[in-house]
């Protein structure tokens, strides 16, 4: 019953803002950067996501925000707390539904072949020009929520690149699935929100839908700039480190900090000094 109604919400909410994505998207109204936000933390909301946020989101500009993933569920996850647009493989745009509204998110959609890799290059880095941060899953893949793949290097391709004469800005942030109901989650649970391998789409979002309160953990790491390493294999293995560590350390509970908010993405964040301070993103 609980997953009915949660589904029911999700479609009923997305059949909504759909349309007026489409409208503003087709008149290139700035508000078509925001309405992706509001509906991602709307469905945060809807499947009962709790997230705790640790660390500071960069205000820097241009900025590519890199990021492990477990599955389709970090989508409004991080949707719901990084001002940007995503770059995923381009099966996804012909998932149903899923891909229609990746479209309406202004994904970057990317073909795994080398021969596309300078093309893709071009088109992130015109995105970029044009004011949109990135978010990229360099793994390439998802995993079962307990590890963090090794990050691939030419997911940093446009890494070097220079928008405005400015280098741009790389944020690791990493993403664990820790609480359910307010309990640890231990790695018997944690594969449940985990979409991987051959796992059927429909069946586990009706699982998920239905299976409580969860409480995701996301930090905003130190970011760093392509110079600071030297190489894209530099970049990428520094990048992996920092975020399996913190993935490692949220699931484990090693993860304490002074201050930590717990945020119902619905609720308007107040910033200070040592938590984040605005999640608006740019205009």
């Not at 599955?71 to 940007?84: F, T």
């Not at 030419?154 to 664990?176: L, M, N, R």
């Amino acid at each position: 019953m609980i997953s009915i109604i949660t589904l029911m919400r999700f479609l009923a909410i997305t059949a909504c803002l759909a349309p007026l994505q489409v409208f503003l998207m087709l008149f290139r109204i700035p508000l078509s950067r925001r309405l992706p936000m509001i509906w991602h933390r709307t469905i945060c909301r809807v499947f009962r996501f709790r997230l705790e946020l640790h660390g500071t989101l960069s205000r820097q500009t241009p900025i590519l925000f890199v990021c492990n993933h477990t599955s389709y569920l970090d989508i409004p996850v991080l949707g719901a707390v990084l001002p940007g647009c995503f770059v995923a493989k381009a099966e996804v745009k012909n998932w149903p539904l899923f891909g229609f509204l990746s479209k309406l998110q202004r994904t970057v959609f990317v073909e795994r072949r080398v021969t596309r890799t300078g093309h893709h290059r071009d088109e992130m880095t015109t995105r970029m020009e044009n004011g949109d941060n990135l978010i990229l899953f360099p793994e390439g893949t998802s995993n079962d929520g307990n590890r963090v793949l090794p990050f691939k290097s030419a997911f940093f391709a446009i890494a070097d690149k220079e928008i405005d004469g400015k280098p741009i800005c790389v944020q690791p942030v990493s993403v664990s699935y820790t609480h359910l109901d307010g309990l640890p989650m231990g790695r018997r649970y944690r594969p449940y929100f985990a979409w991987y391998g051959d796992m059927d789409l429909a069946s586990h979002l009706w699982s998920v839908a239905g299976i409580g309160k969860t409480t995701i953990t996301v930090q905003f790491h130190e970011p760093v700039i392509f110079a600071d390493f030297g190489s894209r294999k530099a970049l990428a293995n520094h990048c992996w480190q920092v975020v399996s560590t913190g993935v490692s350390d949220a699931i484990s509970g090693r993860l304490k900090l002074k201050r930590k908010r717990r945020w119902w993405p619905t609720k308007r964040l107040f910033y200070d000094k040592k938590t984040i301070t605005n999640l608006s993103g740019p205009a």
